[in-house]
């Protein structure tokens, strides 16, 4: 297995045709993970990385932050778009929750802009607030790392500097239990208020 796993990531980088590099891009992900993928994926053109993506559908929420890492390096709003679709969030290291806070701390605009790459930058905010109320759950001050307190404070101090007319209190949402649409606290409220107890929490 090891061998068949080595011929592959030599052959892969230099196999010109499209349909047979995607074949082998599919076995060395069955033999080694997703880790190896991606790892090389960073040093592709766009086409390629673009292949290795296809290769990983389906695994939302499944893939460790360890292999995901590397993506984050690439600094581009595809490729972060990918990493928060992907980030299993039970377990997530300190470093998962520091980079989801760097992007929580992005200004966005309060309604929803119709540019394409506002549209794509709003969206990533959101969903990464949204992931990071949901690592911050249960979580109690003393289990948080010393780099992302400044990140914390920062998110507060932007979340209650908002306008009270610009703030959304409330956002439509589907209740699974309840099979309907209904509206509730929203994620901006939701995560305010559990940064204000987190740090709270500390201080006391």
């Known amino acids: 297995m090891r061998g068949r796993a080595a011929t592959l990531r030599k052959r892969v980088p230099v196999e010109q045709e499209p349909d047979l590099r995607r074949r082998w891009l599919k076995s060395w992900h069955e033999l080694e993970g997703e880790g190896p993928l991606l790892a090389f994926a960073v040093s592709q053109p766009s086409d390629r990385i673009e292949e290795v993506f296809a290769v990983l559908h389906g695994k939302a929420g499944e893939i460790a932050w360890e292999s995901l890492a590397p993506l984050v390096a690439l600094d581009e709003p595809e490729a972060e778009k990918r990493v928060l679709t992907w980030l299993k969030l039970p377990g997530a290291?300190?470093?998962?929750?520091?980079?989801?806070?760097?992007?929580?701390?992005?200004?966005?605009e309060p309604r929803m802009p119709w540019?394409?790459?506002?549209?794509?930058?709003?969206?990533v905010v959101r969903t990464a607030r949204h992931l990071l109320l949901e690592a911050l759950e249960g979580m109690s001050a003393r289990e948080l790392g010393a780099g992302e307190w400044p990140l914390l404070s920062g998110l507060r101090e932007l979340?209650?500097?908002?306008?009270?007319?610009?703030?959304?209190?409330?956002?439509?949402?589907?209740d699974e239990a309840q099979d309907m649409w209904v509206y509730g606290p929203s994620v901006e409220t939701q995560l305010l208020q559990r940064l204000q107890q987190l740090l709270s929490e500390r201080v006391g």
């Open 93 to 108: 290291p300190a470093a998962a929750r520091e980079w989801l806070l760097s992007l929580a701390l992005r200004e966005t």
């Open 159 to 174: 979340l209650e500097a908002r306008p009270a007319d610009e703030r959304e209190e409330e956002e439509e949402f589907f």
């Open 115 to 123: 540019e394409p790459r506002a549209m794509q930058a709003w969206q």
